[in-house]
């Protein structure tokens, strides 16, 4: 298939966590068509097996596909972590995919840490993906994991600038090994939403890392090499979910910080 400039970046989360990422790569590629796919149905993927996470997310990869997708984003660590080598294999070379974890990693790489502490879902943490690739760059780096699984729901039910999320998030990262970390990674694309409480709860003194804008400059980065950035003006994004109430609209508003409209569509039936 030969890909242009003008096809859309197909992205996808379980839910709304993915437009984290999708907001950072619209302020980065303004110029760029988005079709996002939220499969908030299936939502929380953080604790469903490996086998039904790689189910909804090929699915949701050939919808993407028939939207003539030029490259597609895995915009769910959780995704990224358990399904991304199955999508490649299912995807074959057809379109780039590209997942959350891997510009990260390369990034954290790139600096000088000592200790690093990686929090995100069950599915996230248990999969070892964050620490096996930090550790294969840096066999020296000290590598801490956590996973967090109120953070999901407590960010959903819009908890976040108060007592409740504040007493969560102390009592998660207070635990005593991630006493000295330099550098926190979100390993959830849900949590840059409560990237400033966490700073806060560690002075900011720690480097706090959300996949947001090294994601889009990554994609950036391989789009150009491919002469696959659009550089003409008229960017036409489109938003999905597989289940919706209008709560979700706010909610989803909240994570891309501006209007969308959000479509359902139902392809599970
Ligand atoms: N946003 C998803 C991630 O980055 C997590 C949400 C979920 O559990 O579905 O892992």
Redesign the pocket.
Known sequence: MKLSPSQPIGIF???V??LTVAHAIRQLLPQESIIYFGDTAH?????KSAESIICYSRKIVGFLLEKKCKTILV???????VAFKDLKKFLGVQVQLVN?IDPVTKYIGKGNYNKVGVI??K??INSGAYEKILKNNDPELDVISMATPLF?PMIEEGFIYDDISNAIIRSYLSDEKMKNIDTLIL????YPIIKNQISKFFNFDINVVDSGRIVAEYLKSILTERNLLNTGNSPRSQFYVSDFTPYFEKVAMMFFEETIKLKKIDFWN
């Open positions: 989360d379980s839910g966590g993915g939502l929380p993927y953080g604790d915009a769910c660590n959780t995704a990224s972590a959350v995100g879902t599915g996230t999901v390993g959830c694309t849900h």
